[in-house]
């Protein structure tokens, strides 16, 4: 049976499934109405709508969920897999996180990579990653966009959007503070304060600090030691916000916000894969790095917006400015171990070359501004339309460092980037009542793009003279983007829906050059094109709800990011096209006798086709002869040292993905005392654009625990959490052009909070 057909098959049954859950459990109506789930407000579309009635696939992860996941001060990446089709995963830590939906992501670790998943914060595109890792904190909702945001949200969207919405100033005195302790001596203070300075201002302030000790400790037993512990971290942000709403038809909302952290970098171990498997090396210790580099993250983003809105009769006006910037330092020792084969005593394991590297971005800044016009009469026809405007500058310096000499002093040689990126937009939508049932939406946006890139490298020559080698590219790109959607009332309690849209990735740079003989490289736009069908429900008197989709994409000139093979360096490249199917099932429920929970699963197909696409695999072959990684991929015939990735699925992009939690709450005397459990799965995946059996994750089931007692009409609140209970460890990517280095996930963690509202 073809994929194709497979596929279809395995679609239909899931839908069929779906479609008949109502009938397998029998209702209660007495209690119904008690235990109704609340309705979910979303702005996918850029308007206030029930989830239930947004034609695509669309999932929020907000209240007890959201509470528990942060629990303990993880970052973003505590919400990967707790949403189908949603992972994320990050070479820097806590700095710098990569999204992906439905296998679509970017593995490109440069300070200046993009990404085709978009991050919304407050009504502002965060582009650069190292802005999208800001903790969460004091927000209301977080909303997962799957599938092409071309219209409303525009470029490098393609994948999706993931949307935060941050808790608003409102018209009361109100707030809360939570305290927090942990296991490696972690501390955590959480709060927010909303107070009315009159009856048409408002302000709000949330903050947040997290702070933990190092857990890993520097074992290597030469006298030339750089950084003794590691992973401890502090992280340190605030929001200010002041409301101004001098009347029922105006309303301003400024928004301050800013970050403060520092860290360790990412620890690469060397030679932790066991050659021949996807297995840690016997006798592996979480809690040891022998190394003799310098290690340490520094970050500082600040940035504000500006929401403006205004009704007019039968037009609502907004306007969206924002301004973002940015400093970044993060230095380590990339070869993940101490000496080298030429400089004994080396380890652990072979260490081929040191490599000790840092990269900075010393300069960025991000403009944008949105004006946006939208209808607000009655009526079967309403529309949207609007400009956008999006202007950012990066500097990028790559720099390295001596790890055999004493004190670590820096290398002459250094690589630097340069680059502009302007976009504007002009974009609109618009909804139809057709009849009582049937609602149909289209979209178009047209986009323009413009970069101007400038790499160098400065190293010494043949002749051992210091000499800079300069490059420029330039990019110009438009594009128009649409959709067309519809949703059909099957019955009060049932919306089928049906989606096509289309979506659109920027071109791409990068110059993090290691020789005078590097050039920088570029990928073209990518485009997408996705089908997705599917069903929303209540279920159980709305006890329970349901949202069931299919779907299936192409991408166009998809851009990827190949390993050079043999350097610490990316190269952009781009695929005739990528291909991609699945299906995604959300269920939340109240089950009754003070239990609810949550179901989630989806199913990613995802392929690479282009029978000509080459990469270097493995640098670790020649580096390391004999002890390096095992490629199952074909050999590219002329081209020693390459493989053909035709077939292959998508990096980090693992097929199965599922979630689930449960909570069980009581009254206990004149309180609430409650226990709540979250689970997630994940199938394997391959780590780059080639396979090879030891850069293969494996897969990974993490659960998480939180138990407490509220009391004082919910006032104060204790609780217990603990996150990776069953303190799995297991390598989630590595370094392929030196020897078998892995980078972990996080071991166990636990702790407790105490909350007090008022």
């Known amino acids: 049976m073809s994929k194709q057909r497979s596929f279809a098959v395995r679609s239909l049954i899931a839908l069929a499934v779906a479609s008949t859950l109502p009938l397998a459990y029998a209702q209660d109506t007495e209690t119904a109405g008690k235990d109704q789930l609340e309705t979910v407000i979303v702005t996918a579309q850029r308007r206030a709508e029930n989830i239930k009635d947004v034609p695509m696939s669309i999932a929020t992860i907000k209240g007890d969920k959201l509470d528990a996941l942060t629990a303990g001060a993880g ?84 994948a999706g959007v993931i949307k935060f919405d941050s808790a608003k100033p409102v018209f009361k005195q109100e707030g809360y503070l939570q305290l927090g302790v942990g296991n490696y001596s972690a501390k955590t203070a959480e709060g927010a304060f909303n107070i009315p300075l009159s009856d048409t201002v408002a302000l709000r302030f949330a903050g947040t600090s997290q702070h933990r000790d190092n857990r890993v400790h520097n074992t290597n037993p030469t006298p030339n030691k750089g950084t003794q512990d590691f992973e401890g971290y502090g992280d340190n942000a605030f929001r200010l916000q002041a409301l101004v709403k001098p009347n029922k038809d105006f309303e301003a909302l400024f928004n301050y916000h800013q970050r403060n952290y520092h860290g360790s970098a990412t620890l690469f171990r060397a030679n932790i894969l066991k050659q021949g498997t996807n297995d840690l090396v016997d006798g592996f210790d979480y809690g040891s790095y022998p190394t003799d580099g310098v290690n340490y993250q520094k970050l500082k983003t600040q940035g504000g917006s500006i929401r403006l809105k205004y009704n007019l009769a039968d037009i609502t006006l907004h306007s969206i400015t924002g301004y973002e910037k940015l400093k970044f330092n993060s230095r380590a020792d990339v070869d993940g171990g101490y000496g080298a084969v030429f400089a004994p005593p080396s380890g652990p394991g072979r260490i081929p070359f040191p490599v000790e590297t840092a990269d900075l971005l010393p300069n960025h800044k991000q403009f944008s501004q949105e004006f946006r016009a939208e209808s607000n009469y009655s009526g079967p026809l309403q529309w949207i339309g609007g400009l956008y405007y999006f202007n950012e500058n990066i500097q990028i310096d790559s720099i390295s460092f001596n790890s055999l000499a004493p004190g670590n002093p820096q290398n002459v040689a250094y690589a630097l980037q340069y680059q502009k990126a302007k976009s504007w937009a002009a974009f609109g939508a618009l909804n139809y009542t057709v009849s009582d049932k049937l609602k149909v939406r289209g979209g178009l946006r047209y986009t323009d793009d413009k970069k101007d890139f400038f790499a160098s490298r400065t190293d010494f020559d043949a002749s051992n003279k210091l000499v800079t080698i300069p490059h420029t590219l330039d990019a110009k790109s438009t594009n128009v983007s649409w959709d067309l959607s519809g949703t059909y009332e099957l019955s009060k309690s049932t919306n089928a829906f049906a989606r096509v849209a289309t979506g659109y990735r920027a071109p791409s740079m990068q110059g993090r050059l290691n020789g005078l003989g590097d050039v920088p490289s570029q990928a073209g736009a990518e485009k997408a094109l996705s089908y997705e069908a599917g069903i929303k429900q209540d279920l159980f008197e709305k006890r329970a709800r ?192 030196d020897n078998l280095t892995g980078m972990l996930n996080e071991p166990r963690t636990y702790g407790a909070t105490f909350k007090v509202n008022f």
């Open 75 to 158: 970052d973003i990446r505590v919400l990967s897999g707790r949403s189908p089709s949603l992972n994320i995963e990050s070479d820097y830590g806590r700095a710098f996180p990569r999204f992906y939906i439905r296998g679509l992501g970017n593995t490109d670790f440069d300070l200046n990579a993009s990404q085709p998943v978009g991050y919304v914060m407050d009504d502002i595109v965060m582009e650069n990653a190292m802005l999208k890792g800001f903790p969460v904190f004091d927000v209301d909702q977080v909303e997962v966009l799957r599938g092409p945001q071309g219209t409303l949200f525009g470029r490098n969207s393609p």
């Open 546 to 737: 349901l949202s069931a989709t299919v779907f299936q994409y192409r991408m166009k000139d998809k851009q990827l990011t190949a390993g050079s093979g043999t350097v610490n360096m990316n190269q952009l490249i781009n695929a005739d096209k990528v291909t991609g199917h699945g299906i995604e099932l959300d269920l939340q429920a109240n089950l009754g006798y003070g239990f609810s929970g949550s179901v989630g699963y989806s199913f990613n197909d995802t392929e690479i086709k282009d029978k000509d696409l080459r990469v270097q695999y493995c640098g670790n072959l020649a580096n390391n002869a004999g002890l390096g990684c095992t490629p199952t991929n074909p050999m590219a015939v002329g081209f020693p040292g390459n493989v053909l990735i035709d077939g292959n699925d998508l990096p980090r992009a693992p097929r199965h993905q599922a979630n689930f939690t449960l909570k069980y709450s009581t009254e206990v005397a004149n309180g609430e005392l409650y226990a709540m459990t979250d689970w997630s799965y994940r199938s394997k995946y391959n780590f780059f654009l080639y396979t090879a059996t030891e850069y293969t994750a494996k897969p990974l089931t993490e659960g998480g625990v939180r138990v407490g007692y509220k009391w004082g009409n919910g006032k104060y609140e204790v609780a217990a959490f603990g996150r990776n209970i069953t303190d799995k460890i297991v390598a989630l990517s590595a370094i392929e052009f």
